[in-house]
């Protein structure tokens, strides 16, 4: 199971959003989604569920939540959490000096064999371990 792009849940909250402005971000979303091979983990698909159905400036209803989940478990690799995962993570967040969360999504990136992380939430261009980060809403 291997992808050459891992994509944090942020891609997918603005795929789904209908708040008028995230328009940009989520046509840019639209196109990424269409144009990358990308993997995901559990992490990113319950970090999702849990933003989708809380913020409710996004829009989205229950039902296109799971059909979302359900749409990226079914297309794309997913990778679940293992013991080993939770220490990479530990181990990057103290490297970096990163929040857990953050590390742990780098982690299953580089367990995937991913180049490219897709997120807002790390240095734009900086390379983490083997995994280097693009923020694609610049």
């Given at each position: 199971?291997?992808?050459?792009?891992?994509?944090?849940?942020?891609?997918?909250?603005?795929?789904?959003?209908?708040?008028?402005?995230?328009?940009?971000?989520?046509?840019?979303?639209?196109?990424?989604?269409?144009?990358?091979?990308?993997?995901?983990?559990?992490?990113?698909?319950?970090?999702?569920?849990?933003?989708?159905?809380?913020?409710?400036?996004?829009?989205?209803?229950?039902?296109?939540?799971?059909?979302?989940?359900?749409?990226?478990?079914?297309?794309?690799?997913?990778?679940?959490?293992?013991?080993?995962?939770?220490?990479?993570?530990?181990?990057?967040?103290?490297?970096?000096?990163?929040?857990?969360?953050?590390?742990?999504i780098l982690a299953?990136?580089?367990?995937?064999?991913?180049?490219?992380?897709?997120?807002?939430?790390?240095?734009?261009?900086?390379?983490?371990?083997?995994?280097?980060?693009?923020?694609?809403?610049?």
């Open positions: 199971m291997t992808a050459s792009s891992f994509f944090d849940t942020n891609i997918f909250l603005y795929v789904v959003s209908a708040a008028p402005e995230d328009a940009p971000k989520r046509a840019k979303a639209i196109d990424l989604i269409g144009s990358c091979d990308f993997a995901i983990s559990v992490q990113v698909m319950q970090e999702f569920a849990d933003a989708a159905l809380r913020k409710k400036r996004l829009g989205v209803t229950p039902q296109e939540v799971r059909v979302m989940l359900e749409e990226l478990a079914q297309n794309y690799p997913v990778l679940a959490p293992t013991p080993g995962l939770v220490f990479r993570a530990f181990d990057f967040s103290e490297q970096f000096k990163i929040r857990f969360y953050d590390a742990a299953a990136a580089q367990e995937l064999g991913c180049q490219t992380l897709y997120t807002e939430d790390l240095s734009h261009g900086q390379t983490y371990g083997s995994v280097r980060v693009i923020n694609p809403f610049l």
